[in-house]
């Protein structure tokens, strides 16, 4: 039924939705400002409502300035910090620094602290990267779990 009323969004939507985030992209303004109507009209007819709408598209900005709704210029999808303004995608380095343990760490430590990252875009993969081959080093050493961490793969570890 949805999908011949709305043949642009209803694809959109089943290749779009990462978690509780739609993030999609299309081409000119007025593709933006088609699929915003078309969307909004498919998610009151199912009845699930957006709740934050941002773009980087300054036609559909104008919009919501007449419609007098809120424009945001900076928010977060997928784990990744979005900036409409300038059209970036950041990472803030603390949060990367607040996984690390201080102190002695351990080789349960190290995998715990690596499998909490969420980077479905892979921005993280050089950082993924070096925490995988510290990893394998234990391994290789046959570390215990529970083992404190050698002082060369602690040091790498922290930095």
Known sequence: MCREEYPNSVPLLENNIFMNDFVAGVEGGNGAISIYYELSALMKTIKLPMDKWVTSCEELKGIWKV?????????????????????????????????????????????????????????????????KILFQGTWCRGMRWEEILPHGIEARWHA
Do not use: M, R
Not at 73 to 99: M, Y
Not at 116 to 121: A, I, R, S, T, V
């Open 67 to 131: 419609e007098c709704q809120e424009i945001q210029s900076t928010t977060q999808s997928s784990g990744v910090d979005w900036n409409t303004e300038s059209c970036t995608l950041s990472v803030d380095p603390g949060d990367i620094k607040d996984k690390t343990t201080q102190g002695p760490a351990t080789k349960s430590q190290l995998l715990q602290k690596t499998a909490g990252f969420y980077d479905p875009l892979g921005l993280f993969s050089p950082v993924f990267a070096i925490a």
